[in-house]
């Protein structure tokens, strides 16, 4: 009997590469491989018409697009964590001399306002220079993948025929977040932005995530054994990534290799562990800085957020 056969978008990296080569394969179910370049791309499709059997998504966008009713579900599978303390650039000339002086000027925000890089940077902000963010204007540069949110009064859409990068290389923007703009005039609020990521990782283990994976909700009410399979699945592709990290066996490293070998310098341990409960600190931190953003409602509970079948397991 012939397995199912299920569309899956997910960027090619380390920790899944296994699986897209076809060294692990999931037990249940056939998978044919999507590519979307770029990514992003791919989660607005996800979230606006459920386009993919499984899908690599925003875990910000997850969250407000669960939020919004749609038929997804995640599994606790957290492929892209980064840290964010280098997202945020200033404009050098406009008198911005600490984070706090951000407070009532107008800052830019790279695509939307529920986009997770800008959430955690923003958390950032709030949580380590004790920064108001209710007294800053966000000015966007995109719209919402989810179409149905609506974003705070103290955000407000770019206005037309203009560019971001340009109003942070002239001033009219003090600052961006996740906008990477190449000027003399723009550098980074935070200074050595990754080594202070480091240390604040030391001190309270702030190691963001930023992607996990969604399914659809019909196929795991139809497959039940589904979730727990694609978990199982990237989990086994991801230790054996991390044991040739580990053994110095990857060749030409790239940047988030180089951050999971600091990490591992750091804990000694696994530095993508799956699981709700190896995660739960980190996701409950989001869920309150996505309310506290007026991004969700505050309501969300872990617990509903991915399938049952994945609740207790560790990868």
């Given amino acids: 009997m012939s397995l199912p056969k299920f569309t899956l978008v997910t960027r090619t990296q380390g920790n899944n590469r296994a699986l897209k080569e ?21 989660f607005r499709r996800q979230v606006r018409a459920n386009e993919f059997d499984i899908c690599e998504l925003a875990i910000t966008t997850y969250m407000c697009a669960k939020a919004h009713g749609k038929k997804i579900t995640a599994i ?25 002086d951000l407070e009532g000027k107008k800052v830019g925000v790279s695509r939307g306002f529920t986009v997770t890089t800008g959430v955690w940077a923003r958390a950032i902000l ?40 340009e109003m942070l290389i002239s001033g009219e923007l003090v600052a961006a977040i996740g906008a990477d703009v190449k ?19 030391k001190k309270d283990g702030h190691y963001p995530i930023n992607h996990l994976v969604v399914i659809k909700d019909e196929l795991i009410e139809k ?7 694609i978990f199982n ?26 951050v999971h070998l600091r990490v591992m310098e750091i804990t000694g341990q696994d530095p993508l562990p799956y699981g709700v409960e ?19 409602s505050g309501k969300e509970k872990i617990e509903d957020l991915f399938a049952k079948s994945t609740l207790g397991l560790v990868g």
């Fill in 126 to 165: 709030q949580d380590y220079y004790g920064v108001d963010l209710k007294k800053i204007h966000f000015v966007l540069s995109g719209d919402e993948h989810v179409e149905e949110y609506r974003a705070p009064s103290n955000v407000s859409p770019i206005e037309a025929g203009k560019k971001m990068d």
């Fill in 22 to 42: 076809g060294l692990v394969k999931p037990k249940t179910c056939e998978l044919e491989f999507i590519e979307v370049d770029p990514l992003i791309a791919a």
């Fill in 76 to 100: 606790p599978v957290p492929l892209v964590r980064q840290f964010h303390h280098g997202a945020i650039q200033i404009n050098k000339n406009a008198g911005i001399k600490s984070a706090k």
């Fill in 183 to 201: 000027h003399e005039n723009v550098v980074p609020l935070i200074p050595n932005a990754m080594e202070v990521g480091l240390e604040a990782f």
């Fill in 223 to 229: 497959y039940p054994d589904l979730p727990a399979d």
């Fill in 278 to 296: 190896p995660n739960r600190k980190v996701i409950e931190n989001l869920i309150g800085h996505a309310s506290a953003q007026g991004i969700l």
């Fill in 233 to 258: 699945a990237f989990a086994e592709s991801k230790r054996l990534y991390v044991e040739k990290l580990k053994a110095g066996q990857i060749e030409n490293l790239d940047a988030a290799d180089k």
